[in-house]
Structure formats: C-alpha cells, structure tokens
C-alpha cells in the first residue's frame, strides 16, 4: 500500500495514455463480460440436466406422437424410477400477437420433473380443476391475467372434439417464473386435454419424461428405446437430459467457441496497447526508476511497481466493463429479437468478474513482463548519468 | 501544387520514420486486426446465410401457399385444390402441356450430429413428385440414384452427410412403419436443399397419415408469369392460396435471422472498433510526441501545418489498412467455406467481397477518427516552445 501514491503519480504522469488505456480495457472487457457470461448461461443450464433423466419424442416432431400403449410398455421396464406424460398446442388469447403454449401435464410428471415450480397443493388443484392453468408471473404479467381470470385460447386448426378452436381456461394461480423457462409457463392439465381433443387422436403423447434408476443408464437406455420402436407406427427418438440442454445451448450457435474466440480477440487487442503504453511510460522515467533503486528499493519493489502500474488500468477497466455488461445485459434480455433466436442473455455472476480480474491481470503481467525486466537489470549508475 | 507537393514529401519522411516507432504502431495493427477479425468472422455467418438463401430463390420460380401461412412449414394445401392450383395461367409447360409444378411436402426430424457424444438436431426432410427435377433442375445425383416414385426410398444432400450420422449411400434411416433405405446423395449448387432428405412426396405423407401438401414449386412462364398467376389465384378466393416469388420468399423469410446476425455482428464489431479506436488515438498522440522536434524543425522550414496533420493522418490510415488487411485474412483463413448448422438450416460461411469492403471502410473510419485529433495537435504545435523540448 506504501507504493501506492508512487503508482498513482506515475499513472498521472500522461493522463491522457492512462484514460484512453483504461477506457480500452472497458470496450474490451465489456465484450469480455458479454461473452464469458453468455457462456455462463449456458453452462449453467447443461449443469442444472439430470444424469437419471431421458425425454423421449416422436422420431418425425411435426407428424409423429408417441401412444399411451407406449407410455405403459416403457414404464414397466425395470430401468424406470418415474414417468410423465406431456403435450402442448399452439394458441393465443383474444389476439394472435399474445401467444400461448399451455403445457399439459399428467400427475406422473410431479415426480418426473419436479423442477415445476408448483407445490403439492397447486398439483391437486390442477387435477381436481381440468381446465384450470398456472401461469408464471411473466406470462401474467404479459397476458394482463391474474388468478381467477378467464383465460379463453383460440388455436389455429379446430383442436376439440366438438369442432371448435376455443379453449375456455381459467387461472388458478400465478407463481414465480424460473429462469430456465424464460419464454413463461402455462402448466395445464393433460388428462383434460386428451378427453377434449379429437377422438382420432385420443391417448396421443407429445413427449415422455423419465427418471431412471441408475443414473449412469441414460445413453444406453435411450438407445434401448429408440431399438425397441423402430420399425413400429411409432418410432421414438429418446435424448438424455444432458444431450437436450447442450443442444439448446449448441445447436444454433457454438456458444463457446464464439464466446470465447470474442473474448479472445478482446483480450489480444488490448495487450499490445498495455504493453506499449507501460513500456512508454518506463522508458521515460529509467532515471526515476534508477533513483529509486539508489534509495535502496529492492528488485523485486521495482517490479511489482511496474507491473502495478500496468494493472491498475486493466483492473479498473475490467471492473467497469464488467458493470457495463451487467447493464446491457439487462437490457437485452428483454429484446424480442434475442426471445425469437431463442438465444438467453448473459448472466453476470460474481464467477465471471473473477475471470475478467484474473484475465485483466495476466494481461498486464504479460504487458509489463518485458519492461519490468529492463527494470529490474538496470544498471543504476549508468541510468542516472541520464 | 506546393501545398500537395508538401504534403506528400512530409508524408514520406513520416512513413520512412516508421520503423523507429514500431511497438506503438503494432498497437494500431494488433488492434485493427482483432477488431475487423471479429466483424468479418460474426459477418461471415450473415453473408453465408444470405448467400443459401439467395442461391435457394429463383426469380424464375414461384412457391404457393396457404394464403394464411407464412411459410412452407406452416402450409396446408388440400388435394383436391391441386388441380386448379396446377391447371393456372402462369406456369410454364412442357412441351405435350404438362404444368410445370410440383407439390412439395415438409417435415422434420431428430437426427445425431457427428461426431459420436454430440446433441442431436433436427433435419428438414422434404418430398417431391414427378415433377420435381423439372421444377429444379439444379439438382443433381452425385452418388448412387435417384429415388423411384412410389417406392419408400430417400436421397441425401452433401452439406448434411458430414453433419449428421448414418446418411450415407446404403444406410437405412428410422421412417414411420420401418426402415428406408438412402439410396443416393445429390448437390444443388449449394442451396438449401443440399442440407436436407428428400423422398417422394406422396409416400412420405402416405406414411405420415397427412393428406395436405405443404406449398406448390412452379416454374414461371416468362417475365409476366408471377402477376398472371397472382391473379389468376386471387380470382379464384375459394382455393385459399398465393404465389410468391421464390427469391422474394427466401428473402423475406431469413429477414429475421439475417437481422440478427448483423446486430450481433455490429454490436461486438462496434465495442471492438471503440476499443481500437481508443489505442489509435493513443498511438497517435504519441507519435505526435515522439515526432514533436521533427515536426517543429519541418515548421521552422516553412512547412504548412496542413502538411503535418495530413502525415499524421496518413500513418494512421496505412498502420489501420494493414490491420484490417490481416484481420480479414485470419477471418478468411479461419471461416470462409466452414460448414454451419443453424437449427436446420446447414451452410458455408462466407468472407464476400462486399464483407472486405465492410471492413475495409470500418478500419478506415476508425484511422480517421483517431488521427485526427492528433493531427490538430501536431499542426498546433508551437514552433518555438517544441524546438527546444530536446
């Protein structure tokens, strides 16, 4: 801390190469932030898959569905702990621009994905309530609907037996949106929806949600699947937990290989800039450094001072970056072009900050490596003839 | 004329002077480099996309469909509107009269990317009737055959074998009611269909219990054909459906995507400039320093302080230029021609031309921006005061 009036004169010494120094380090760590916390999003949701969890799909998504024959066959298999039944239809309310996809549910999915956020109460009331619906707060809030409300949804195609394409819902309740569901809630109930829609397509399963025994059985049971059903009516395509939330994640951007080849073209950038200006800065100040020495500050003093005064602009930089990403990412998260691409926002956590603090460092220890080293072998008597 | 011949004799001097002022100059370079890399590298996904589209929409086509829906993937065409829709003034025939259309019907499906471990993703899965090769000649067999009308038989396009399993010539993929045999791959040129499977449309929805076409390709007949059938269509309000150019299709319907490409890429390419910028004028500030005595004697000389700033300027504008020449070369090194998959749609990214002269212009701008302000303070300097600063 003693050296610290030492390093903020020197940084004072050219004000204008610190400011345009530091204010590089923000363009560049705000870039940095956006991206290593893009990746944190991502990563964040391949960690929250379960290891014991399969889905399984229809193999053909638009024309293909699973049957409720399949649904008994797959739950006797010794390999499964739970099952679910689950299925969605496309609708809106009282305008095409309020989209609505209420996601049924069937009572298996309480234990097969107990992540819904709907307490054991809320369970039975949407059994005991067929065409009662949860909403999160956002899809409320979007919607204009809170608990009690009619909640009328017209889908494009008639969907119900009697022809009609209205759906009478009501809400039973609204609670708190989780952030892995960033697009809304609307959890219905399945065994309605399947007494309501078509006969010609009663007791069709849009997707099954299992929880294994063992954890370590995934990919092998999805393949044990997908063999039993080929060559049916009803071929399957079974993915693990993991394997769906890597695709979210990879399937339409290679998150980290754009996060991070950004993150590194920031970085790179800024380098030679620090390098340059701390080299700069040492080299109009060898006599100062070498009066120093002669005052009897050790080798190893005059090094950190160096590096000292390359880092405070990169720590600094990264500091505000990083505030000015959080910012903009909150800002973006609401964008609707961002919501179509399905692509999730940057989440800033502490983790991340600590990254771009480790980075900025190891970009001014890289920087000031040279420099430091001049002075550290400086030849004092020689540097004070200067 | 003195003016112009001062100029370019103290630009001269300047760049000779270069050398000696390596390690700021790389700031500029290093900087430009990284930034115009990151544009063209984000752009080139844009480009490539655009390009699959534009390459996919032939003006010489036209898609029908639903007039409610937006899309191919969201069209429903009956087959008892077929007839009338094919029978319309418009399309081009063939010689014994035939119309010149081919209802088309699409779907997707689940497929394993390669390598082994990845996540699966979707593949469109596209069926077309007899008429098909005539709509789109561009297609062509490249290994094994053609599928035969009527039998359950798929050929693949060569940008989706790399990406995903078991789509080779001799494979069999999981098809509704059993197994279907890939007995050929094709290439269109590089359009979208090169990314996507195709079998006989009419087996296809036989086996996915569908009764609806999803959209009509037709080949146009002459400049006029598109408004003839436009208006042939909307005469005729009970068949429910519109033709659109093919080209203006595709256009309209990557709008989205190809928006949010750009964002993306001006977003990141402007926080990288505005960092560039930022050691441009740093460098610059500190040529100027460095160059104060120089810069002073070459006044004492009688040299115009318009000469100067020009000279500052022009370094910044030729470090910036190299930058920007080495940023787009790692760009094209590392992404032009790589595959891409984009939910379903597969493509090449692209370092186009008109990317280079984005870029080019970028770097141009921020070389400006950051010399001069420099350049002021070089043709300000006081003669007298930065004489003696040795």
């Known amino acids: ?137 956002h899809t409320a809030a979007r919607l204009g609907l809170k608990a009690g409300d009619n909640m009328p949804v017209l889908t494009a195609a008639p969907s119900r037996q009697d022809g009609s394409r209205l759906w009478p819902f009501h809400v039973l309740g609204v609670f708190e949106n989780p952030p892995w569901a960033r697009g809304g809630l609307t959890l219905a109930n399945y065994d309605y929806y399947d007494r309501t829609r078509p006969l010609a397509q009663a007791g069709h399963v849009g997707q099954l949600t299992i929880l294994l025994k063992d954890r370590g059985d995934a990919a092998a049971f999805t393949d044990r699947i997908d063999r ?159 | 004329m003195i003016h112009l011949r001062q100029i370019v004799s103290v630009t001269m001097l300047n760049l000779k002077n270069l050398p000696s002022r390596l390690g700021p100059s790389l700031v500029i370079v290093a900087g430009m480099a990284a930034a115009i890399g990151v544009l063209m590298a984000i752009l080139s996904l844009a480009a490539g996309y655009a390009e699959l589209q534009r390459r996919t929409g032939d003006p010489g086509r036209a898609i029908i469909l639903p007039a409610t ?124 269909l090169e990314g996507q499977i195709i079998g006989d449309a009419a087996v296809l929805m036989s086996a996915a219990k569908r009764n609806a076409f999803n959209s009509v390709i037709v080949r146009l007949d002459g400049p006029s054909g598109l408004q003839t059938l436009q208006r042939a269509l909307a005469a005729r309000p009970r068949l429910g459906v519109r033709a ?22 001006y977003a990141v390419g402007g926080i990288m400039a505005l960092g560039a910028l930022f050691g441009a004028l740093n460098t610059m500030y500190s040529a100027v320093g460095a160059r104060t005595c120089e810069i002073a004697t070459l006044r004492a000389l009688g040299f115009g302080g318009m000469a100067v700033a020009v000279s500052v300027i022009a370094e910044s504008v030729l470090l910036a230029l190299v930058g920007a020449l080495i940023g787009i070369g790692l760009a094209w090194a590392l992404f032009n021609g790589q595959g891409y998959a984009f939910g379903e749609v597969l493509f090449h990214l692209a370092v186009s031309p008109a990317l280079v002269a984005v870029g080019l212009a970028w770097a141009l701008a921020v070389a400006l921006l950051g010399g001069i302000l420099p350049a002021i303070r070089a043709a300000r300097l006081p003669v007298v005061d930065a004489l003696r600063a040795t």
């Open chain 2, 244 to 265: 659109e150019r093919q080209s203006e299709y595709y256009e309209r319907t990557s709008q989205d995507t190809a928006g949010f490409f750009h964002a993306v890429a």
């Open chain 1, 1 to 137: 801390m003693r050296y610290f009036p030492l390093i903020w004169a020197a940084l004072w010494r050219k004000p204008l190469r610190t400011i345009l120094t530091f204010l590089a380090a923000v363009a560049a760590f705000t870039l940095f932030g956006l991206a290593i916390g893009l990746n944190a999003t991502y990563s964040g949701m391949i960690a929250r898959a379960r290891a014991d969890r399969v889905y399984i799909n229809p193999h053909f998504l638009e024309f293909g569905f699973l049957t409720r024959a399949q649904r008994d066959r797959i739950a006797r298999m010794t390999e499964v702990r739970e099952i679910g039944v689950s299925d969605f239809f496309l609708g809106y309310y009282r305008d095409p621009k309020n989209e609505v996809v209420p996601w049924f549910l069937d009572q298996g999915m309480r234990r097969a994905y107990p992540e819904l956020p709907l307490t054991p109460a809320q369970w039975d009331q949407l059994q005991a309530n067929p065409s009662g619906v949860f909403l999160d707060d």
């Open chain 2, 69 to 192: 829906a937006d899309t191919e993937g969201a069209g429903a065409i009956s087959r008892d509107a077929l007839g009338d829709i094919m029978a319309a003034p418009g399309i081009d025939r063939d010689a014994k009269g035939a119309s010149l259309a081919d209802p088309e019907y699409v779907s997707i499906l689940l497929a394993n990317r390669r390598p082994a471990g990845r996540a699966p993703g979707l593949a469109t899965l596209r069926g077309m009737g007899r008429k098909g090769l005539v709509v789109r000649p561009e297609l062509k067999i490249v290994a094994g055959r053609m599928f035969r009308l009527g039998a359950r038989e798929l050929i693949v396009g060569i940008a989706l074998q790399p990406e995903f399993r078991g789509f080779d010539v001799g494979d069999k993929v999981i098809m509704q009611d059993g197994l279907w045999p890939i007995v050929g791959s094709f290439t269109t040129g590089g359009d979208i």
């Open chain 1, 228 to 386: 039993t059903f080929a060559s049916s009516p009803n071929p399957t395509f079974a993915v693990t937990d993991k394997a769906t939330e890597q695709n979210g994640a990879i399937a339409r951007f290679n998150i980290p290989l754009v996060t991070q080849g950004v993150s590194a073209a920031g970085l790179f950038m800024i380098l030679f800039l620090i390098a340059n200006a701390i080299a700069q800065s040492v080299r109009e100040r060898v006599a100062e450094f070498a009066v120093l020495k002669t005052l009897g500050f050790s080798d190893a003093g005059v090094m950190t001072l160096v590096f000292a005064e390359a880092a405070v602009p990169c720590l600094l930089g990264a500091l505000a970056g990083f505030a000015i990403a959080t910012a903009l990412a909150s800002k973006i998260a609401g964008l609707s072009a961002l919501q179509k691409m399905a692509v999730a926002p940057p989440t800033l956590t502490l983790g991340v900050l600590a990254i771009a603090f480790a980075f900025a460092a190891l970009v001014a220890f890289a920087g000031a490596a040279m420099p430091a080293w001049r002075i550290r072998r400086l030849d004092i008597a020689s540097a004070l003839r200067r």
